[in-house]
Each structure stands twice: as C-alpha cells, then as structure tokens.
C-alpha cells in the first residue's frame, strides 16, 4: 500500500532471450504483465523487421475469423466466451489452425452459394407457380374461336395479309413498385395493340436474399405480331421482370403447375438438407472459433513485441529492453528461466542504467482505480511524485458533500452505490454494455464514500430533503423568552413575528451538540445565518486544503534531493498563503471565540480589517479586534510580499552559482555528485533509483542531448517567473474559488426547499380525509420522487462532482502536482483473455 502514495520503482532491464526460446519467453511474459518493451527498432520501417511474415500471417487469419464470426451473427447465433487462459500457440501449430480455418471458410462459402441457388431456384419455381394459379387466361375470343360475341364481325374477311395471325403471350412476375409504369410504358410503346393483365400475389414470397416476405404483381401480356412480341419483351428486360413461358391450353397449364410444385417440393427437401449441414458447419465454428481468436491475438501480439527486440551480432539470441518494476524482477528472472530451460540456454536480465525518465506504475484495485482515475484525468503523475490518489479519497468525497449536503439525498446515493458493491461480481452487472451504466459502475466506490459524506454534512446542516430533525433538544427556550418579556395576548397578535433574545436569561442554553440547531428552520433569518456560517466555512475549507497541498511539495524536494527547494520555494510559498489567508482564517475562528452575543452588535467587521489590512490604514467605527492588531498586520503583508522576489530570484540564481561552481557544461538535471538519488540505475546495487527529475525550469537545455546541454539562466528565469506569478496570484484567486462550497450548498438547499414547498407540501394540505389524501399523495409522491431524482440527485449531483474536481485539478494538486509522466504500460495478455 505504500507504493500508492508516490508509485513503484520502476527499472529499465536488458533482455537476453535464446532465439530458440524467445517466442516462449515473451509469450510468458504477456501471461504475467510484467514489463513494458521498448523499441529498438524505431528507425526500421514495420515491413523490414524480423517477424513481419509471422504478423502477416496472423492478420490474414484474423480476416479470416472475421468472415466466421460474421457468418455465426448471420445465423443469429452467438459465439461463447473461452473458458480458462489460453496460452499463446506454438509456432508449429499455426500451420494447424490455418488450415482448419481455412477447410471450415470454404465449406461456409461453398454451402452457403449452394444455398443461395437453391433458394433462388425456390424462388423461380414459386412466381411461376403463382403467375400460372393466378387466374390469368386468354381472351375468350383466343382460348374459343368458335364462339361468338357481339364484337365478331358477321362476314368473315375475304383474306389478306394478317389472316394468320395467332396471340400470344407474355407470362410473368414484376415488383409491385414498378407495375403501373410497366403497364403505362407497354400501353404506350405498343399504342395498344396488346391486352395486359396485373394480379397482385394472394400470398407473400419469401425473397431468397433478404428471407424477408415480399408480394409480386403477376402479369398476363397478349398480343399479336412479331415487332410488337420484341418490344414487349425488351420492355420487360428493362424492368428486370421474371418471364415465364404460358401454355395457351388449360390443360397444359395445369399439367406444368403441378410439375412445378413437384420440382418445389424436391428443392425445399433439398434446401432443408443443405440448412442442416450448414447449422453443423456453423456448429463447429461456434466450438472452435472464440479459442482461436485468443490465441491467433496473443501469437500476433507476441511477434509484434518480438519485432521491438535487436538481433545479437551472432544471431544466437534476441535483445530487448524493457521497463520492469523493481519488486517484480524476481518474477522476471524465474519467468524466463522456466520459459528457456528447454532449449538448454538460459535467458538473462539485467539492469541497465537510463537517462529517460522512467514511466510512473501505481498498482490500483476496486476500490482505489476510480480515485486514481481521477487524478490521471488530470496528467499522469511524473516518476515517484507523490501521488494525490491517497489523499482525494478523503479530500473529494468530502468537498462533494460540503455542497450537497442532505441526509435524505446522500442517503439515496449511499444506497445506489451500495447495490452496485454488493452486484459487483454477477456477471449480469459486470457484463453490461450501456455506457452510462459502465460510468456509474466503475465509480461506484466513489459514489459510495460520496453520499457517505452527504449523510455526514446532512446531520451537521440538519437537513433531510430540506426538512430539519429534532435529535437532541434546542438549544434555545422560547418560555423563557414568554416569561421574562411579559408576551400577552394582545402582543402576541400585533407581532406575528416574534425575537428571540439569546441575552435574556435562560433563553439560550447550550449549543446543540450536532449540526445546527432545528429551530434555526423556523426563523426568518435562517439564510442570513447560513449564509454568514457556510462563506467562512468555505474560506476556512479553501485555506486549509491550499496548505495542504504546499506542504505535500515537500515530499518531493525532499525524495528528488532537491533541498534548496524548501528554503527558496516552500517556505516563501507557506508564508505568503498563510501570512494573508491563513491570517483571514485567524480572524474569524478569533472573532467566534472572543466575541459574544452581549457584544454582538459591536462586533468588528472581518471583511473591513482584511481590506485595511493590505491598505495599510485602519477604519475609526471598525474597533479592532485584539491589542496590536495593526502592527501584526502590517509585519504579516510586509512579510508576504517580501516573499516574492526570494520565490522569483533563488531558484534561479541557486541554479546558476551550482552550475558555475561545478563547472559543468550541462543542466542541472543531470545526476550530481551529492545527489545519489539523481544518479542512473546502478545494476549492482538494488536500492538505488532514477529520481533525478526535478520542476521544468531545471530542464533549460535540449531533452535530448543533457550532457551537451548548456545552462541558460534566461530559461530558468521564465519559468521560475511563470510559476511566482501563477503561485501568487493564484491564492487569491483559488481562495475565492473555494466559495463555490458556499454557493452551491445554497443553492441544494433552496432547491430542495422549493421542491417541497410546490410538491410535498401542496399535496399534504389538499385534503384532510383518509380517502382524498391517499388518493392525491401517490401521485403527488410519485411527482416528487421523480423530481428529486431527475433534479436534485443526477443534475445537482453531477453539478457537485463537477466543481469537487475542479478544486482538486487546479487549486489542490498545482501546488505539488505536475502530470507530466506517462503510465507503465505493461505487455500483457489480459485483454484478450477477457
């Protein structure tokens, strides 16, 4: 646990694998998560290096799972989740899987076209069907010659050109969208001479791509000529109509309609079969398939780790580099022991020494990573910095509820953060893919601590969804006030509004022992009062957590050996913040101990002798508050300035005379003499560690070339400047800022107040009889519990959290905290395996 305040000690270690063993050496290695590779191949492009074929070979199989794994979802099946680890493949079974893979792919394709064909094939043979049983026939003139109607002319024609002409037909099936426009072009192509009939389906075909149910318009085409039959039937070509051949007899007909049924019937036998087989093809793949994911991505992620290794001028072994925290080198060494012992040759690790600036690791768990998370959001903690993690699991929930105090509300959020601890292991709950669901989840401890706190501060503001409670009894005696003051009746109805005097005796009695008194939520004053107590609340809370913050530096000059830092930066800092705002804070617990309710109307003004105090002049009607007041004042603004120019001129002129004193061409962040933990990784001596980073006004050469880097005091100079400036007038500034605690806690209370005040309490005085209220107080409830929810929980509550990290990202962690590291990011399999 300790490391969660300031991270791991992290090394950089040279690797030796046996080219042999080195496949089974790293892929150990991804099983543990150990370190992190470097790559010392940055300049070879990724189609030279070494392993390039193996990736290859690994992406074409991945393609290759995705054309399976698409075809299951086409199937409406789903692909279970591997159980247990699976290790990474060996190399000869690659050749395996690839050709397993491959002989399932293609039975799918193969399959799957049969499929296709025979379903089209289906498809014909029903719109033929359905054209032919539509009801569609010849004209009567056609199909019976040799009756008569009353458009038969008496007198046959004496012969001529035409006097062979026989109808015929064009039978066939057209999308309902595009029927009408057939129709008319037809008409109007042929200028009539054709007799066209359009039928829609009686029942819906199922389409052989979609497998979806669509209608078809079935037509009937007569006409007579040979030009007219090719423009008919180019028109129909057009329209990407189905043409089916038409017999002229009914017997015909009925003859091909029931081959055509026979045909379905053997082709729907055939379509089942082909199902069955691909339902066990898929089957297969289903079993086989989520293993050999994992292990293709583990084999893949192993031979892209293996491209960041140099090969050995020998070629008998494989370098690598990677960054390994100090207590897992144990770990290592067996790891690659036990990976390499069959081969004969061992794998070697030892530590090298490193000017980069190792990345920061610090190991979390449930409860932990969400107040982590926050802190990253920020900037990743530099190399053994402290951590602020720690210290926000107190300091966030705690502000949170400073602003969104209420025992009902905080109590409400408690419990939903204590449903998702308790379900945190089902698989249902953790498995979810809703990503406001995930937010909340993944902060749920923190949730938790927050509406912990909520129901704390509730209890002290006495407030449970904007009504007080009577725990212990008043303080304050309302008969003796009656008593002493002589209230009749005829007083009592000229003032409705009645004081009470805490200088009469026995009016006052005690303080309440928790929280503000309830009779506070009864006087007309109770938000005067609240104001006055929750501003220097909110004062005192800012000035308190600043400190706070200054004093956690020195965990940092101190660890990073960088002791003139306390003299020049951290004293003058803690001076000027608490010479000027921790003297505020002074003054007014001062003014609470001293000033009594005797002398109440003679109190001094707080906010004027504050003013007075950086004018250097004193107000005649404010009396001060204690002897010497003005000359303690005085030292204190005299003292706080002078404070500025030792922040803007030591750094650097320290920095300077050090350089000019050592003689040294290069920054003084390079490892010095007398600072052993600014010195590199010594591989002999396990204790020592890279801790030579100090502020970036040190860094005033190239990072790139420290030896060579020249020492340039104007750099330094405006960087150091940057930072007084910000220093100073940031505790100005973040001092007001913390009066958002102040300003948002008000804000929840009115809130809560007139939630009540327009719901609660107008449905609890709509009616007086058993029946009427229960009949108006469900809906009513349920309107205010949907409100409270909707309002004072999720927008107020993100409103809180919002403003909770704002105090923490710029007027707690600048004062120790830069974020300018970068996470370890260990080469591990875990991802795959979940």
């Known amino acids: 646990m300790g490391a969660m305040f300031r991270g791991e000690e992290v090394v950089l270690a040279q690797l030796f694998l046996p080219t042999a ?7 150990q290695l991804g099983e543990l998560g150990l370190v992190e590779f470097r790559d010392l191949n940055a300049s070879v492009s990724a189609f030279q290096r070494r392993f390039v074929v193996d990736v290859r070979r690994c992406e074409e199989l ?28 060996q190399p000869r079974d690659l050749l395996r899987i690839q050709e397993e893979t491959e002989r399932l792919a293609q039975e799918l394709r193969d399959v799957r076209g049969n499929q296709q064909a025979l379903r089209a094939q289906l498809h014909q043979l029903q719109l033929h069907a359905a054209v032919l049983g539509q009801g569609h026939g010849p004209p009567v003139e056609a ?74 318009m079935t037509f009937l085409i007569s006409y007579w000529g040979e030009q007219i039959g090719q423009k008919v039937r180019k028109i129909t070509d057009c329209f990407h109509c189905h043409v089916f051949p038409f017999e002229d007899q009914e017997e015909a007909r009925h003859g091909v309609l029931q081959q055509l049924q026979q045909q379905s019937q053997e082709l729907r036998e055939v379509l089942g079969e082909t199902e069955r087989f691909l339902s066990q093809v898929l089957g297969r793949v289903q079993r086989l398939l989520p293993s050999w994911q994992v292990q293709i991505h583990k084999m893949k992620a192993v031979y892209l780790a293996l491209n960041q290794c140099s090969v050995s001028a020998t070629h008998k072994c494989l370098i690598a580099e990677a960054w390994c925290p100090t207590s897992d080198l144990p770990a290592l060494q067996q790891a690659l022991q036990e990976s390499s012992s069959e081969v004969g040759v061992s794998a070697v690790v030892h530590r090298i020494p490193c000017r980069d600036m190792p990345p920061t690791l610090i190991r979390t768990n449930r409860f932990t990573a969400s107040f982590q998370g926050i802190v990253d959001a920020y900037g990743v903690g530099r190399y053994l910095e ?92 309302v008969a003796a006030m009656a008593n002493q003051s002589g209230w009749s009746d005829a007083f009592l109805a000229q003032h409705p509004m009645l004081t009470l005097d805490p200088n009469v005796t026995g009016v006052f009695l005690r303080p309440y022992p928790f929280g503000i008194d309830p009779i506070w939520s009864l006087a007309t004053n109770h938000l005067s009062f609240l104001n006055s107590f929750k501003m220097k609340m909110s004062v005192i809370l800012g000035v308190i957590h600043m400190a706070f913050g200054v004093v956690l530096g020195v965990f940092n000059h101190v660890h990073f050996g960088q002791h003139h830092r306390l003299l020049l930066e951290f004293l003058p800092q803690l001076t000027f913040l608490l010479g000027l705002f921790g003297y505020l804070v002074f003054m007014v617990v001062y003014k609470w101990l001293r000033v009594s309710a005797a002398g109440a109307a003679e109190a001094p003004s707080i906010l004027i002798h504050f003013i007075n105090m950086f004018l250097f002049s004193r107000s005649p009607t404010n009396r001060p508050l204690y002897r010497g007041q003005e000359m303690v004042q005085s030292t204190l603004v005299v003292l706080a300035l002078a404070m500025v120019p030792i922040l803007l001129l030591g750094t650097p002129l320290y920095l300077r005379w050090q350089h000019r004193r050592h003689h040294l061409p290069r920054t003084p962040s390079g490892p010095q003499p007398d600072e052993d933990k600014a010195g590199f990784l010594n591989s002999q001596d396990g204790n020592t560690s890279v801790n030579g980073w100090g502020s970036d006004e040190e860094k005033a050469g190239p990072p790139g070339d420290e030896e060579q880097a020249e020492f340039v005091f104007s750099e330094v100079f405006m960087h150091q400047a940057i930072h007084t400036i910000e220093f100073c007038l940031g505790c100005i500034s973040n001092t007001a800022s913390y009066l958002r605690l102040w300003a948002l806690s008000l804000a929840h209370a009115q809130l809560s107040e007139v939630l009540w005040a327009m719901v609660m309490h107008v449905g609890l005085s709509m009616g007086r009889e058993v029946g009427v209220a229960a009949a108006v107080l469900v809906p009513v409830f349920a309107a205010f519990a949907t409100l409270t929810v909707a309002i004072l929980l999720v927008m107020e509550g993100l409103s809180a959290f919002l403003h909770a990290l704002r105090l923490h990202w710029v007027e707690f962690q600048n004062k120790f905290y830069s974020g300018t590291g970068y996470k370890l990011s260990p080469f591990t399999f875990a991802v795959e395996d979940q």
Request: hydrophobic residues 45%.
């Open 21 to 27: 063993a080195a496949y089974n050496c790293v892929s």
């Open 62 to 89: 991945e393609k290759t799972f995705t054309f399976l794994q698409e075809e299951v979802r086409r199937a409406g099946l789903v692909l279970p989740v591997p159980e247990g680890r699976l290790p990474a493949p």
């Open 143 to 216: 199909a019976h010659p040799d009756l008569l109607s009353e458009r038969t002319p008496l007198l046959q024609p004496s012969g001529g050109p035409h006097q062979d002409l026989r109808v015929n037909f064009v039978a066939g099936a057209v999308e309902p969208h595009k029927a009408a426009a057939l129709e008319r072009l037809l008409w109007r192509a042929c200028r009539g001479f054709l007799i066209a009939s359009f039928l829609e389906t009686e029942q819906p075909l199922e389409d052989p791509v979609t497998r979806e149910p669509a209608t078809w």
């Open 386 to 477: 402290v951590n602020p993690a720690p210290y926000t699991i107190i300091t966030f929930p705690f502000l949170f509820a400073v602003m969104f105090g209420d025992v009902g509300h905080g109590l409400l959020l408690f419990l939903f953060a204590l449903a998702m601890v308790l379900a945190e292991d089902q698989p249902a709950v953790k498995g979810a893919q809703n990503e406001v669901w995930r937010t909340f989840f993944g902060g749920r401890y923190l949730l938790l601590l927050m509406g912990l706190f909520s129901i704390y501060t509730g209890f002290i503001y006495n407030e449970c969804f904007s009504r007080a409670a009577t725990i212990f009894p008043s303080g304050w005696s």
